[in-house]
C-alpha cells in the first residue's frame, strides 16, 4: 500500500472518494425534499367529476406465458363491477407455451356469462408489451384503456374509484397504488415491498401533489385513449415504454393523477435472477427514455426547475455507478481513516454519511408505517434493503452502461410464478429469470468485503463495522441467491 502514502495518489483518492460520497448527498438532500413535497398541500387536489353517461372502457391484459396466474387475471377482471354493455376485454395473448389453452377456457366460461372478452393472438412478438398495446389500443372501443400485468388482481370497484378523475378532459391518466399479494413470502418480498411503497407513497404522492411530472407504472392505471393517440402511440425503442409514453404524454400538455388510498393487488417477483432482471429493464429503460426525451424536456416550455428536477427524476439510477465505484474505493478509504483518525471521519465523513444514509430511513418512514403491521417490526428491514441496493450495483450499472452505449437488448418480461406450485414449476425456460451477467462480480465483492471486515475488527473500526457489513450483505444475499434455481 505504499502508493496510498504518496500525496498526490492521496489527493487524487480523497477527491473521488469525496465527489462519490457528496453526489449521493445530494440525492438524499432530495429524498428529503420528495417526503416533504408529499406533506404539503393537504389533502389530494384532484377533483371527482361525474360523466353524464358512463363511458365504455377497454381493459388491456398483455400476457406472455403467466399459466400460474392468467385464470386468476380473468377470473378478478370478469368481476369488475361496470355495465356489461359498457366493458370490453381485450386478452393480448402473445404465449407460446400452455397460457393460450388455459386462457381459452376461462375466456370461453366469461363468454357464457355475457361477458365482451376478446382473445386475441397477433402472428409475431414484435415490439413485445409496447407492441401488444399498441395492437389492442387499434383495435379497443373503449374510450378509456385500463391497463393490467398479468400478476394483478384488480378488485371490483377499481373502475368506479378511478373513472371519476377522467371527467375532466384534461386529465390523460389515472395511477392507482400497487398492494402486494406476497409482502411476506421471504426477506427478497419484504424488501420489494418497502421499496414500492415508498415509490408510491412519497415520489408518486409527492410529484403528484405538486404538478410534477411522474409516470404510469406499466399496470394499474387507466388511460384516455385520445391521450394515448395525441402523444404519438405506443413506442419500442426503449424498455420501458410505460415512462416514455408518460412523459410524451406530460410534454403535450396532460396531466396525471395519482390516487394513493386506491390500490391494485399483485404479486411480487419471489427468484432473484427474474427480480434482477426485472430491475435491469427499468434501470436501462430509464436511461433510454433519458436520452430519448431529455432535448425535448429542454428544448419545451418548463420552468428551469422543473427542467432540472425532471433532469434528476429520469437519471437518479445513476446512483447504482456510484454506488458500485465507491465499493471499489471503499478499502482505501478504511485505511485513510486508520491513517488520519478518528477526528477526520467525525468531520468529514460523518455529515454525507448521515445525509446519504439517514434520508433513506426519513423517506420510509410512512411506508413502514402504513404497512400491515405497523413500522417497528419491520425497521431492521431497512438496511437489508440498502444492502440489496447495494448489491444490486453490478447488475445495474451494467444497464447503464449499455443505455449509454445504445446496446439493443430483447424485453424479458418478469416471470410471474405461483409461490405454492412445486419447484418443477419453473421448469420451462420462460419461467426462469434470465442470468444478469454479473454474479461472479457479486461474489468476487463479497469476499472483497469479507477481507474488509477482517481488517475494521482487527484494528478495531468498530465505527465502521455495521457501514461495510450493510455492503457485505447486499453483494453476499445477491450473489448467492443469484446462484439459486428455486425461488426463494
Same mark, same amino acid.
Given at each position: 500500500m505504499e502508493w496510498l502514502a504518496s500525496e498526490s495518489a492521496h489527493r487524487a483518492f480523497v477527491g473521488v472518494y469525496f465527489v462519490l460520497w457528496g453526489?449521493?448527498?445530494?440525492?438524499?438532500?432530495?429524498?428529503?425534499?420528495?417526503?416533504?413535497?408529499?406533506?404539503?398541500?393537504?389533502?389530494?387536489?384532484?377533483?371527482?367529476g361525474e360523466f353524464e353517461r358512463l363511458p365504455r372502457v377497454t381493459v388491456q391484459l398483455p400476457v406472455y406465458n403467466e399459466r400460474f396466474v392468467v385464470r386468476r387475471l380473468l377470473q378478478a377482471v370478469g368481476e369488475l363491477?361496470?355495465? =356489461?354493455?359498457?366493458?370490453?376485454?381485450?386478452?393480448?395473448?402473445?404465449?407460446?407455451?400452455?397460457t393460450t389453452d388455459i386462457a381459452a377456457g376461462e375466456v370461453r366460461r366469461l363468454r357464457e356469462r355475457g361477458v365482451d372478452i376478446h382473445h386475441l393472438r397477433r402472428e409475431t412478438r414484435e415490439g413485445y408489451k409496447a407492441g401488444a398495446l399498441a395492437y389492442g389500443t387499434k383495435l379497443a372501443r373503449g374510450e378509456f384503456l385500463l391497463i393490467l400485468d398479468a400478476d394483478f388482481v384488480p378488485r371490483p370497484n377499481l373502475l368506479r374509484e378511478t373513472l371519476?378523475?377522467?371527467?375532466? =378532459?384534461?386529465?390523460?391518466? !389515472? %395511477?392507482?397504488?400497487?398492494?402486494?399479494?406476497?409482502?411476506?413470502? =421471504?426477506?427478497?418480498?419484504?424488501?420489494?415491498?418497502?421499496?414500492?411503497?415508498?415509490?408510491?407513497? !412519497?415520489?408518486?404522492e409527492a410529484r403528484a401533489r405538486n404538478g410534477l411530472f411522474f409516470n404510469f407504472n406499466g399496470t394499474a392505471g387507466i388511460w384516455r385513449k385520445s391521450c394515448i393517440e395525441d402523444a404519438g402511440g405506443w413506442h419500442h425503442d426503449t424498455l420501458t415504454e410505460d415512462l416514455d409514453l408518460s412523459w410524451r404524454a406530460q410534454l403535450a400538455g396532460w396531466r396525471f393523477v395519482f390516487l394513493r388510498d386506491v390500490t391494485c393487488p399483485a404479486?411480487?417477483?419471489?427468484?432473484?435472477?427474474?427480480?434482477?432482471? %426485472? %430491475?435491469f429493464r427499468w434501470v436501462k429503460g430509464s436511461v433510454q427514455v433519458a436520452k430519448k426525451l431529455l432535448p425535448r424536456v429542454w428544448n419545451s416550455r418548463l420552468s428551469l426547475?422543473?427542467?432540472l428536477e425532471a433532469s434528476?427524476?429520469?437519471?437518479?439510477?445513476?446512483?447504482?455507478?456510484?454506488?458500485?465505484?465507491?465499493? !471499489?474505493?471503499?478499502?482505501?478509504?478504511?485505511?485513510?481513516?486508520?491513517?488520519t483518525g478518528l477526528a477526520f471521519a467525525l468531520v468529514v465523513e460523518l455529515p454525507l454519511f448521515l445525509l446519504a444514509t439517514g434520508s433513506v430511513f426519513v423517506f420510509y418512514r410512512l411506508p413502514l408505517a402504513r404497512a400491515p403491521?405497523?413500522?417497528?417490526?419491520?425497521?431492521?428491514?431497512?438496511?437489508?434493503m440498502m444492502g440489496v441496493g447495494i448489491g444490486l450495483s453490478a447488475n445495474n450499472s451494467r444497464a447503464i452502461v449499455e443505455g449509454i452505449i445504445g446496446r439493443e437488448t430483447p424485453f424479458h418480461r418478469t416471470p410471474k410464478l405461483d409461490p405454492r406450485a412445486p419447484a418443477d414449476g419453473i421448469a420451462h425456460e420462460s419461467y426462469r429469470g434470465q442470468p444478469s451477467g454479473t454474479v461472479a462480480i457479486e461474489l468476487l465483492f463479497a469476499i472483497y468485503f469479507i477481507a474488509i471486515s477482517v481488517f475494521v475488527v482487527r484494528h478495531a473500526l468498530f465505527a465502521s463495522v455495521p457501514f461495510v457489513a450493510v455492503f457485505l450483505f447486499g453483494y453476499l444475499f445477491v450473489g448467492l441467491k443469484s446462484l439459486r434455481r428455486q425461488p426463494s
Open positions: 453526489l449521493l448527498a445530494c440525492l438524499g438532500a432530495r429524498r428529503l425534499w420528495l417526503v416533504r413535497l408529499s406533506r404539503q398541500g393537504g389533502e389530494r387536489p384532484f377533483p371527482r363491477d361496470y355495465p =356489461s354493455d359498457r366493458l370490453e376485454i381485450q386478452l393480448l395473448d402473445d404465449s407460446d407455451d400452455d371519476p378523475f377522467l371527467a375532466d =378532459s384534461g386529465v390523460g391518466m !389515472v %395511477q392507482v397504488r400497487w398492494d402486494h399479494l406476497n409482502r411476506n413470502h =421471504s426477506l427478497l418480498s419484504r424488501i420489494q415491498a418497502i421499496s414500492l411503497d415508498g415509490h408510491f407513497l !412519497v415520489d408518486h404479486d411480487l417477483p419471489v427468484d432473484m435472477k427474474a427480480f434482477k432482471g %426485472q %430491475q426547475a422543473r427542467k434528476i427524476h429520469l437519471t437518479q439510477n445513476f446512483a447504482y455507478l456510484l454506488v458500485l465505484i465507491l465499493s !471499489v474505493v471503499l478499502f482505501p478509504a478504511v485505511l485513510i481513516r486508520y491513517q403491521g405497523g413500522w417497528a417490526g419491520k425497521l431492521c428491514d431497512l438496511p437489508l
